[in-house]
């Protein structure tokens, strides 16, 4: 309920509400958006839904009175291990929840609700970095397919600058500063907690931004331009981040 339910209403609504303004105000951006729309409410509706049916139904008082019964039970059978039941699962649903509450709130921001920055050049830099000539061309070829699976005609590049610039600092209020990506401390330390700035940086210089900076890359490929490229950035924070939280 708290855990799950919470941020994913809270998360989805704040997307929803910056979908549904650019929506009303163009028609090619309703189109382009309206499955998208259409899926993270109805799940967003599917979650308000639950805890208003848990709320309604009083379930959590009911579950408290089961555990009481269950309690007066285990004590009449002078059952220890029946008596420690209850205290078992509090203990490991008291254990969980902060992880399953810090794993929707990343998954929902950075691998549901903001689209741009999900590409990593790895390969790419390692055959630059060992000068490569064939790999290089065969893994700039492939960077090609890339720019066009993320441009694609479902994708609109300043609307998910917006839903960036909504997400990014609601993440932070959700999250510690100790238990988010990496990123966030190069808009603390660079860009002075400006996160309107620092996602237009992202948006407008990354390597996969627009066609203008995907073609100069591609003219001149470099280690320096991948290292210092935030969308990478960003996107490499995000998968440590996860696979951080997965581990724990």
């Known amino acids: 309920m708290e855990s799950t339910n919470e941020p994913r209403i809270r998360i989805r609504g704040a997307r929803l509400a910056v979908l549904k303004e650019v929506m009303n105000a163009s028609d090619k951006i309703r189109i382009q958006y309206a499955n998208k729309y259409a899926g993270s409410s109805n799940y967003w509706k599917n979650s308000i839904g639950m805890n208003k049916a848990i709320i309604d139904n009083d379930v959590l008082g009911t579950k408290a009175e089961q555990e009481a019964k269950f309690a007066e039970y285990a004590k009449a059978q002078n059952n220890t291990e029946y008596a420690n039941v209850v205290k078992k699962i509090d203990d490991l649903v008291a254990q969980t929840a902060p992880l399953n509450y810090q794993l929707t709130c990343l998954t929902e921001v950075f691998f549901g609700a903001i689209e741009f920055g999900n590409s990593m050049l790895t390969k790419t830099r390692e055959a630059l970095v060992d000068k490569n000539d064939s790999l290089i061309k065969v893994r700039?070829?492939?960077?090609?397919?890339?720019?066009?699976?993320?441009?694609?005609?479902?994708?609109?590049?300043?609307?998910?600058?917006?839903?960036?610039?909504?997400?990014?600092?609601?993440?932070?209020?959700?999250?510690?500063?100790?238990?988010?990506?990496?990123?966030?401390?190069?808009?603390?330390?660079?860009?002075?907690?400006?996160?309107?700035?620092?996602?237009?940086?992202?948006?407008?210089?990354?390597?996969?931004?627009?066609?203008?900076?995907?073609?100069?890359?591609?003219?001149?490929?470099?280690?320096?331009?991948?290292?210092?490229?935030?969308?990478?950035?960003?996107?490499?924070?995000?998968?440590?981040?996860?696979?951080?939280?997965?581990?724990?």
């Open 140 to 248: 700039l070829e492939g960077l090609k397919e890339n720019f066009k699976s993320i441009h694609n005609k479902d994708y609109d590049h300043e609307v998910d600058r917006k839903v960036a610039k909504a997400l990014l600092p609601l993440y932070a209020e959700m999250i510690p500063a100790n238990q988010r990506p990496a990123i966030y401390k190069v808009i603390e330390q660079k860009y002075k907690g400006d996160y309107n700035k620092f996602v237009d940086d992202m948006y407008d210089k990354s390597i996969f931004a627009n066609q203008a900076n995907f073609d100069k890359f591609l003219k001149k490929p470099t280690v320096k331009a991948i290292d210092e490229d935030l969308a990478l950035q960003y996107a490499q924070s995000k998968y440590d981040r996860c696979t951080k939280s997965l581990s724990q």
